[in-house]
């Protein structure tokens, strides 16, 4: 089946550093991207997504290219704040029509100092 | 309003118990799901219903029934609680791709 790999963490950054989260997948067809956020002790979020090759989804001031020619789509932001802190996933939805469901990295903590 | 709604957002028991847990969405999505998050925050689906017809059982065990009344409403049952039960499980909704998540129900299991 589909997969996601995303970079283990956990990251520990400075305020206002640059942020890269690697993500890369495995898939037979071309699916939807997402990046999905978790804050502490909250449910997950939708941060942004992408449904075909060279979208760019963007949102808060991440963004991630859904790159078709090394099956990837990393998040990046360029100036990372405190608030910033919490679990990213990266996901795929695999399936059509009323069946898909998500495949999930294995998420990764970003902790941004002051 | 909240879109995709979760009860209880705790629940603490001992092995060998029956529980629930609740899940609604007030979004008109057709398709709900239960995922699971494990210590290790790592997340797996459980089950998908499609206007209240199971589409997706991601071998889970028979303990785990979800039964959904209506549309908007996708509930779990588990039986015979276990210690490997414990983790958080998410319900969320969809229309196309994209799905929105509730809050989570934390389920410890002593």
């Known amino acids: 089946g589909d997969s996601v790999t995303q970079m283990e963490g956990p990251v520990t950054l400075s305020e206002e550093a640059f942020l890269t989260i690697n993500c890369t997948y495995t898939?037979?067809?071309?699916?939807?991207l997402f990046w999905y956020v978790q804050y502490p002790g909250e449910g997950l979020q939708l941060l942004l997504k992408?449904?075909?090759?060279?979208d760019k989804g963007s949102n808060k001031g991440f963004e991630a290219t859904y790159r078709k020619e090394t099956t990837s789509f990393h998040l990046e932001k360029g100036s990372v704040q405190v608030s910033d802190s919490a679990v990213y996933f990266c996901a795929l939805s695999e399936g059509k029509g009323g069946s898909e469901k998500l495949v999930f990295g294995k998420g990764t903590k970003l902790t941004v100092n002051p | 309003d909240t879109a995709v709604s979760q009860t209880p957002k705790y629940l603490v028991t001992q092995m060998g118990n029956d529980k629930s847990i609740k899940c609604e969405q007030n979004?008109?999505?057709?398709?709900m799901y239960w995922y699971k998050q494990d210590s290790k925050k790592f997340l797996k689906i459980m089950f998908s219903y499609n206007n209240k017809e199971l589409i997706i059982n991601e071998t889970v065990p028979n303990r785990f029934s979800p039964k959904s009344p209506d549309k908007a409403h996708l509930n779990l049952h588990i039986n015979s609680l276990e210690l490997g039960d414990s983790a958080v499980y998410f319900c969320?909704?969809?229309?196309?791709?994209?799905?929105?998540f509730g809050p989570g129900t934390r389920l410890t299991v002593l």
């Open positions: 969320a909704s969809s229309q196309v791709a994209e799905q929105f």
């Open positions: 979004l008109g999505h057709d398709t």
């Open positions: 898939a037979t067809g071309y699916p939807s």
């Open positions: 992408a449904t075909k090759a060279d």
